[in-house]
């Protein structure tokens, strides 16, 4: 059995990224951080890549920068399961939520 760096294998490979919002980045507890298979701050910002206000400005949690092909499909993905949210429930969701990340992590 070959070990350290006799091994011919590459141990530097990475999970594949899931393409969803990371819903502790969400509340702001992402204990993962740049580990996080999931997305943060490069999640497209809803608001502003359909035209809407973004309230948040500079503060926006999310990304306001050029849509790539993938994150085209991510904020369409996002729009087709959540036509019926309104504007005031997913302003809140896009704000900070200021709910203790312990409640949810002492479970």
């Known amino acids: 059995m070959l070990q350290g760096d006799e091994c011919p294998y590459s141990h530097d490979a990475l999970p594949p990224r899931k393409m969803e919002l990371c819903k ?4 702001d507890c992402c ?3 740049d580990k996080c298979l999931y997305m ?7 608001f502003y890549h359909t035209g809407l206000k973004c309230f948040a400005g500079e503060r926006c949690k999310f990304s306001h920068g050029t849509l790539t092909e993938t994150m085209k499909a991510i904020l369409l993905k ?3 399961f959540a036509p019926s949210l309104t504007i005031n429930v ?3 969701l896009y704000t900070r939520i200021t709910i203790s ?3 949810i992590t002492s479970r």
Do not use: G, I
Request: with cysteine.
């Open 24 to 27: 502790f980045y969400l509340m």
């Open 90 to 92: 997913t302003a809140m």
């Open 78 to 80: 996002v729009r087709q």
């Open 40 to 46: 943060h701050s490069d999640f497209p910002c809803k």
């Open 101 to 103: 990340c312990n409640l």
């Open 31 to 33: 204990a993962k951080k």
